[in-house]
């Protein structure tokens, strides 16, 4: 029972996956968004209000709501040069967190290199103030959201080009039913596993054949991590890692525990069904989902966009 109602909400967000799974380029052009005619109206989309917000609300940190509809106000940025990571798509401004992600992302950071992971490539975080985004993530919205690219980061410095117009590594087999035995590598687990082991990490969200992956290479003992490991749509060229809402954040809405088990094995099934794997295209134009209203966000959130 639990596990349709499970499967149901993930085919809910099928489409929300869908466009998050395209590799996006970003641009050197000057990205400043056109005033809004109405930002006062009521049926705003909150994803154009909070997509012109360039700088975050700075007050003391809290995320604010569920990471699928929230906000987030005194935002910190990760520097996009640090010892051991690099930050991709400067051009999105997505490189914004809850102090408490800076902090993992640099632990991380610093623990891949032992596990013999050059560096960490950060991809999209939260936007200055949060909030829902103008494309590719339903979640990502209260600073407690990063994805990390499966391409292990190169030994210089990337110019502004390289950041924007590089493409990440795709580990998922073209059949979809495995990884690719010719990019995916030991590391690789070694990194997820290092990031899963974290206490600060609620879930991590891959591909379900890069699941398949670490179930088979975990090894015999030490496999608690995997049950914070679930299979998700797309995440074939990045991983996704979720926190625990920050103590100081009363307003931030836990998300109910994972089922319990590693998940490996025959509940990993349903994943690479031929529906799934190959999904029918709809036989009509599907009717777009509502976007997000101000009204739909916690009242706390009004004040974090308003705020100078
Ligand atoms: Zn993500």
Request: aromatic share 6%; hydrophobic share 40%; proline share 10%.
């Amino acid at each position: 029972m639990m596990l349709v109602a499970v499967r149901l909400s993930m085919l809910l967000l099928l489409a929300a996956a869908a466009s998050a799974s395209a590799q996006d380029k970003g641009t050197l052009d000057d990205r400043t968004l056109p005033p809004l005619a109405q930002p006062e109206s009521p049926s705003t989309p909150a994803k154009e209000l909070f997509a012109r917000k360039t700088k975050p609300d700075p007050i003391a940190a809290r995320s604010i709501g569920f990471y699928s509809r929230g906000c987030l106000a005194g935002a910190v940025a990760l520097p996009i040069n640090g010892p051991t990571w690099q930050v991709m798509r400067l051009s999105r401004n997505r490189n914004w967190g809850h102090p408490h992600l800076i902090e993992f992302l640099e632990r991380l950071a610093e623990k891949a290199k032992r596990v013999g992971w050059p560096g960490l490539l950060v991809g999209d975080m939260s936007q200055p103030r949060g909030g829902p985004m103008l494309s590719g993530h339903a979640s990502h919205q209260i600073g407690l959201d990063a994805d990390i690219w499966l391409t292990p980061m190169p030994n210089h410095e990337l110019s502004r080009e390289e950041r924007e117009f590089m493409s990440a590594t795709e580990v998922v087999r073209d059949d979809r039913l495995d990884v690719d035995s010719r990019v995916w590598t030991h590391q690789h687990t070694e990194l997820i596993r290092a990031a899963a082991q974290d206490a600060a990490v609620e879930r991590i969200f891959v591909n379900a054949a890069i699941k398949k992956a670490l179930c088979r290479d975990a090894g015999a003992s030490d496999r608690g991590w995997l049950a914070k490991v679930r299979p998700w749509w797309g995440h074939d060229y990045h991983f996704h890692v979720r926190i625990y809402c920050p103590p100081d954040s009363s307003l931030c809405e836990p998300q109910p525990p994972p089922e319990p088990g590693e998940g490996c094995g025959h509940e990993l099934d349903y994943w690479f069904t031929e529906g799934v794997l190959h999904p029918a295209p709809p036989t009509e134009p599907g009717k777009p989902k509502p976007s997000l209203t101000l009204a739909n966000l916690p009242a706390a959130c009004r004040q974090v966009l308003m705020a100078p």
